[in-house]
């Protein structure tokens, strides 16, 4: 055998081991060269008579996290190749083959007439929890970081190496099309008392374990493989069947509203494929494979989801000349809401903080929310009582700016007035050293007009965070007129430390995510405005693909906050820059009926003191006036409202050089504010649709609802010349 991607020895008991350990690679991953050798070790554990069976296990830190991304969106390449070349129908047939021989390889490995086991320790998700699958037994360790899942929905795809068939003939039918849906990843335990796994162990003994159990099963099939073989949850057209497949569909339009294809082919292809022996259900699985494998969601979701993220994650914006700083000590100054929580990602990350508030007790009680967000994990098994201990020991709350000495960053979030910034910049620089870079997390202020107090402005950045801290993936980098590179390299360094995405912008009013997000919450305004019942407004949204309505969404960022904006904004630009209907919603909800959102329980919803579900306020109707009957409002213009004032607002910070990388805007948009996951972000709906479509379908809501929808000068130009987003950063990347 020719293997370098993994370690092939077989013991005195004839028990073969295949440990896959992928030279260079902190993490093995599904790739050709992957499938070549353990189609070779399949054979040779055939084809000699000594071996009675084969462990696979890993030997690196995790087992794997699935097939190779690039690789998938290689055969598109190669399909938009050959149907060029050689026609549709030949480009159609080479791309199934190809995009099949993965599960055919497993269908091999599953047949070959010796058993195999796996043997998982740390992730194994995708591809390669469908290897496992494929493995007569599986044993996982009893390991925190163990899970196994299969998380393809997230990027738009689906299990197309049988997992959708054998994981539907394990567990429950509607446990495993949950778990599907929603690209769950398992612990050990519920693994195994689910059926995905069959056993747990201690880490050191899961090779071991797998052996033993092949020694003691030489003959091992899988149980789809024998005669009588029993559907977990019964046949699908049966009195059982009948109970799981109508709530089936229904949870599937719930979850998805029917934006993902590959949720759907998830849903064809239990429902077909449990109707079929399982070599004509892994065909089935593999046709709706090919099908999403070429839909412009999935090719969207890997694009943003997977591609662009890991290269922004990676530092595609960073300076590269400037060397890796040698990050140690952050210094916070405003201990309050979004200071607090800055201080727990960065102690979770390992360094150690200086928090500061105007008084001790502030500073203390900014510290002990990580106390409280670390007692949660542990509460839920996630974090140990040593790890607390070592997080608080990294946070120093102060009230004293001397304690700022020696930091390499410091990061402000006080109170959001320029007056009070100004005193904590000049404070701040008066404490520490001139290499050390501030960060200001100002949500609406310009930074450059910010940096004009700062005496260093080379050193002076945007370093913007979105609430709650420590769920929230993205930060905006914000670059002011004299940012240095410095700089830049620090607060990506920083941003990298603390495991979550940048995006880099030039400054400018709301910077690139609150302009686009602003932009949803007046449309739910202007809507509501317009008499459009409000349950509507907010299923409206979710059906677009949000994650929550824009009503609800305004209830958890504030009212009073959004009214403060739109003043500010009238103050700042004069009336015509704000919309009067807007400005008359939200006063009267905060001014006249003190509605502040879900913080004081009354916005445009009421939340009950005792919990339980939310209510819209029925005192809407009284603000808004008369109501449009519900068979008057046409839904699909609803959406395309919602999104395409956030799409366009996208283009127009591109154009204004706001953004400058499409991969930017479109990761920016969905991490940052869950913008329709599917279309893989803002500009990408926009080049999906084509610009000339997006233009023609701006103008028609222009005219209907006004100049605020009329298509900027770029995109004009763009539907003239058929060019589209990624494109033009493609050429300018060439050139
Ligand atoms: P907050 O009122 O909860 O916290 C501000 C803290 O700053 C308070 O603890 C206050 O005591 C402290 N402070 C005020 N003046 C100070 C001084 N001179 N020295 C030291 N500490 C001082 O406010 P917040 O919601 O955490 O917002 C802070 C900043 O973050 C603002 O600039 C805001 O625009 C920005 N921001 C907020 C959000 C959000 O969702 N709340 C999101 C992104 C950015």
């Keep these: ?124 998700l995708g591809g390669a929890f469908e290897l496992s699958l494929a493995c007569q037994y599986r044993v996982v360790s009893d390991d925190a970081s163990t899970r196994v899942g299969l998380p393809e929905i997230k990027v738009g795809l689906f299990p197309g190496a049988g997992g959708t068939q054998r994981v539907a003939r394990l567990m429950q039918t509607g446990d495993a099309l949950q778990m599907m849906f929603k690209g769950e990843q398992v612990k050990p335990l519920p693994a195994r008392n689910s059926g995905l796994v069959h056993a747990v162990a201690p880490r050191a003994d899961i090779v071991q374990n797998a052996r033993d159990w092949l020694k003691a099963n030489p003959q091992a099939t899988q149980p789809w493989d024998q005669k009588g073989f029993k559907l977990p949850s019964g046949k699908v057209h049966s009195p059982a069947g009948m109970q799981i497949w109508p709530p089936a569909s229904a949870i599937y339009r719930r979850e998805t ?55 922004l994650n990676k530092g595609a914006r960073r300076p590269a000349e400037v060397p890796p700083s040698k990050l140690k000590k952050v210094g916070i100054v405003g201990a309050g809401f979004m200071g607090a929580g800055i201080a727990y990602v960065t102690a979770l990350a390992g360094l150690d903080v200086v928090l500061i508030d105007r008084d001790i007790e502030a500073a203390e009680k900014g510290k ?24 608080l020991a990294r946070i120093t709350p102060s009230a004293d700016y001397a304690a700022l000495k020696g930091c390499d960053l410091v990061i402000e979030a006080v109170f959001e007035d320029p007056k009070v910034k100004a005193e904590v910049i000049a404070a701040v620089e008066a404490a520490v050293g001139p290499k050390t870079i501030f960060g ?3 949500s609406t202020l310009p930074i450059t007009g910010l940096a004009q107090t700062s005496q260093r402005p080379k050193n002076f950045i945007g370093i913007h965070f979105f609430s709650p801290v420590e769920k929230m993936l993205l930060v905006e980098v914000i670059m002011a007129k004299k940012t240095g590179d410095k700089a830049l390299a620090m607060a990506l360094d920083y941003v990298r430390a603390i495991k979550k995405t940048p995006i880099v912008v030039n400054d400018a009013r709301g910077f ?26 907010e299923a ?17 960022v504030a009212i009073d906050l959004a009214l403060k904006i739109v003043k500010a904004t009238k103050a700042q630009l004069g009336p015509e820059a704000i919309d009067p209907a807007q400005e008359k919603l939200l006063t009267e909800m905060v001014e006249t009926h003190g509605r502040l959102g879900r913080k004081n329980r009354k916005g445009f919803y009421d939340y009950p003191e005792g919990g339980g579900p939310k209510r819209l306020w029925p005192g809407l109707a009284d603000i808004v006036g008369g109501r449009l009957a519900p068979e008057l409002v046409d839904m699909e213009e609803l959406q395309q409202r919602l999104l395409v004032t956030q799409a366009l607002e996208a283009a127009k910070t591109y154009e204004e050089g706001v953004v400058t990388d ?74």
């Excluded at 929310?369 to 997080?391: E, P």
């Excluded at 949204?541 to 209830?555: E, F, H, T, Y």
Aim: charged share 25%; net charge neutral.
């Design 1 to 124: 055998m020719n293997l370098t991607n993994f370690r092939f020895e077989a013991d005195s008991d004839g028990i073969a081991t295949a440990t896959w350990d992928m030279p260079g690679r902190s993490m093995n991953v599904i790739t050709p060269e992957v499938m070549g050798e353990l189609d070779q070790i399949i054979d040779a554990v055939v084809a000699d008579e000594a071996i009675k069976g084969c462990v696979i296990t890993s030997g690196k830190e995790s087992f794997s996290g699935g097939a190779d991304l690039t690789m998938l969106q290689g055969l598109r390449d190669l399909y938009v190749k050959l149907a060029k070349e050689k026609g549709e129908q030949v480009a159609l047939q080479s791309f199934f083959d190809e995009s099949r021989k993965l599960s055919l390889l497993y269908r091999k490995l599953e047949t070959c007439g010796k058993p195999f086991a796996a043997a998982i320790h740390g992730v194994c």
């Design 257 to 311: 509203n029917d934006n993902y294809p590959a949720a759907r082919a998830i849903l064809s292809a239990v429902y077909e494929g449990l109707q079929l022996p399982i070599d004509l259900a892994l065909k089935v699985e593999s046709r709706y494979f090919a099908k999403i494998l070429r839909t412009k969601e999935a090719a969207s979701m890997i694009r943003s989801l997977f591609v662009s993220m890991q290269e």
């Design 368 to 391: 002990a929310y990580s106390h409280k967000l670390v007692s949660d994990q542990i509460m839920k098994g996630r974090a140990k009582t040593a790890d607390r201990d070592a997080l």
């Design 440 to 442: 200001s997390n100002t």
């Design 512 to 537: 690139y995510a609150n302009r686009c997000v602003g932009n949803y919450l007046r449309e739910g305004h202007l809507m509501l405005m317009e008499g459009i019942p409000p349950a509507m407004i």
């Design 540 to 556: 409206a949204g979710k059906q677009a693909g949000m994650p929550v309505g824009p009503l609800s969404l305004n209830d958890e």
């Design 662 to 735: 499409p991969r930017e805007a479109d990761v920016g948009s969905i991490i940052g504010f869950g913008f329709a996951p599917y279309s893989g972000g803002t500009l990408s709906f926009i080049d999906n649709m084509g610009a000339a479509a997006f233009v023609k379908l701006c103008e028609k809501l222009a005219k209907r609802h006004g100049e605020r929808f009329k298509p900027n000068r770029l995109l004009k130009r763009m539907a003239k010349t058929g060019e589209s987003f990624y494109g033009a950063a493609e050429k300018k990347a060439v050139a």
